[in-house]
C-alpha cells in the first residue's frame, strides 16, 4: 500500500514569492488543492454567466464603469496572460514578462460586440489547458521564480494568483452587478 503525498498545489505560496499588490487575490481562493478549486470554479463560472438574461449583458453600474461582458471579457484575458505567465516561468525561462494594461485590453478586445456563450466558451478552454498544464508540471516547476510586471514571483504564486482573480470578479459580479453565482 502506498502512501499519497498531498498535491503541490495544496502549499499555499508564501509572502516572499509574490507581489503584495497580488495578496487580495490569494486571500480569494481558499486552503486545500488548488485544482480541485479551478475545477469546480470553471462549473461555478460556466454556471452563472450561463444563466445571465441577454439584456442584462450590458449592464453597468454605474456609469464609467465595465459591462457585464466587459468584466467577462477581462477575466478571460486575465486567463490567457497568468496561464501564459504560469507557463513561462514553470518552464525557467528568465526573460522578464510585461504588465497588463486592463483598460487597454478591455478597450481592444471590444467585448460588447461578443456574446456571453462565446466569451465563456473561451474561458472553459482556457481553464481547461491550465489546469493541464497545472496537473503536468513537478513540484520544482512550482518554486521557479520569474518576473512579471517589474516584480517576481514564483509559478505556485501565479496559479493561486490566477484561481483568485477570477474569485473576485464572480464577487464583483454578484456584489455590484446584482447576478446570482452558482
Same mark, same amino acid.
Given at each position: 500500500m502506498s502512501v499519497q503525498s498531498a498535491s503541490p498545489w495544496?502549499?499555499?505560496?508564501?509572502?516572499?514569492?509574490?507581489?503584495?499588490f497580488?495578496?487580495?487575490?490569494?486571500?480569494?481562493?481558499?486552503d486545500g488543492d488548488l485544482i480541485a478549486f479551478l475545477v469546480d470554479q470553471m462549473h461555478r463560472?460556466?454556471?452563472t454567466l450561463g444563466q445571465v438574461p441577454p439584456g442584462k449583458e450590458d449592464y453597468r453600474y454605474e456609469d464609467g464603469k465595465w459591462s457585464v461582458r466587459q468584466v467577462v471579457g477581462h477575466m478571460v484575458d486575465t486567463e490567457w496572460i497568468f496561464g501564459g505567465r504560469l507557463l513561462w516561468i514553470s518552464r525557467g525561462d528568465?526573460?522578464?514578462?510585461?504588465?497588463?494594461?486592463?483598460?487597454?485590453?478591455?478597450?481592444?478586445?471590444h467585448f460588447?460586440?461578443?456574446?456571453?456563450?462565446?466569451? $465563456?466558451a473561451e474561458f472553459s478552454g482556457l481553464r481547461?489547458?491550465?489546469?493541464? $498544464?497545472m496537473?503536468?508540471?513537478?513540484?520544482e516547476a512550482l518554486e521557479r521564480v520569474g518576473t512579471a510586471s517589474g516584480?517576481?514571483?514564483s509559478a505556485r504564486a501565479m496559479g493561486w494568483i490566477l484561481a483568485g482573480h477570477c474569485e473576485h470578479h464572480l464577487n464583483v459580479l454578484k456584489e455590484r452587478y446584482g447576478i446570482e453565482v452558482a
Open positions: 495544496s502549499i499555499r505560496p508564501g509572502p516572499d514569492e509574490h507581489n503584495a497580488y495578496q487580495g487575490y490569494l486571500n480569494a481562493a481558499p463560472v460556466q454556471r528568465p526573460t522578464p514578462l510585461p504588465g497588463m494594461d486592463q483598460t487597454v485590453f478591455v478597450r481592444g478586445g460588447d460586440d461578443r456574446g456571453l456563450d462565446s466569451m $465563456l481547461t489547458a491550465v489546469m493541464t $498544464l496537473d503536468s508540471l513537478r513540484p516584480w517576481p514571483i
